[in-house]
């Protein structure tokens, strides 16, 4: 079975010290996520908490989406989440990092990811299309 490209570009994310832990994902669902040995032990210690948040604000993203919401953070202990929407859904690419992180790489390099993967499913979506 050949590799999902979106999960390799979630694993050139991980490569960034400043990013703790990343994935695709919706409301109550994780879409796309790189294996979690290569997220940072101390994220893993609370994730049940920030799981849990974040299905919080995927009910704002739902709610808001389609009227161009385009990113959305929280701070959550030690951590920030990142949510970077992929337009007119309800799905994000999500980014866990440091609190204190000095986010203007961060940002530049999860907008790249974000369009990279965008790139990705629409390919897919015109495969199925053609299908």
């Given at each position: 079975?050949?590799?999902?490209?979106?999960?390799?570009?979630?694993?050139?994310?991980?490569?960034?010290?400043?990013?703790?832990?990343c994935m695709v994902a919706r409301l109550n669902m994780i879409s796309v996520m790189?294996?979690?040995?290569?997220?940072?032990?101390?994220?893993?210690?609370?994730?049940?908490?920030?799981?849990?948040?974040?299905?919080?604000?995927?009910?704002?993203?739902?709610?808001?989406?389609?009227?161009?919401?385009?990113?959305i953070e929280f701070r959550l202990q030690n951590y920030e989440v990142l949510f970077?929407?992929?337009?007119?859904t309800e799905n994000a690419l999500v980014a866990i990092v440091p609190a204190l992180?000095?986010?203007?790489?961060?940002?530049?390099?999860?907008?790249?990811?974000?369009?990279?993967?965008?790139?990705?499913?629409?390919?897919?979506?015109?495969?199925?299309?053609?299908?």
């Amino acid at each position: 079975m050949k590799d999902d490209p979106i999960e390799d570009v979630l694993d050139d994310l991980l490569n960034y010290d400043e990013i703790l832990a990343c994935m695709v994902a919706r409301l109550n669902m994780i879409s796309v996520m790189p294996d979690q040995e290569r997220f940072d032990p101390d994220v893993m210690k609370i994730w049940d908490i920030i799981k849990r948040a974040m299905d919080d604000v995927f009910g704002v993203i739902r709610e808001y989406s389609q009227a161009g919401l385009g990113e959305i953070e929280f701070r959550l202990q030690n951590y920030e989440v990142l949510f970077y929407v992929f337009p007119d859904t309800e799905n994000a690419l999500v980014a866990i990092v440091p609190a204190l992180s000095n986010k203007g790489l961060i940002e530049i390099e999860l907008e790249n990811a974000r369009r990279e993967i965008l790139k990705i499913m629409e390919e897919k979506e015109k495969t199925l299309i053609s299908q």
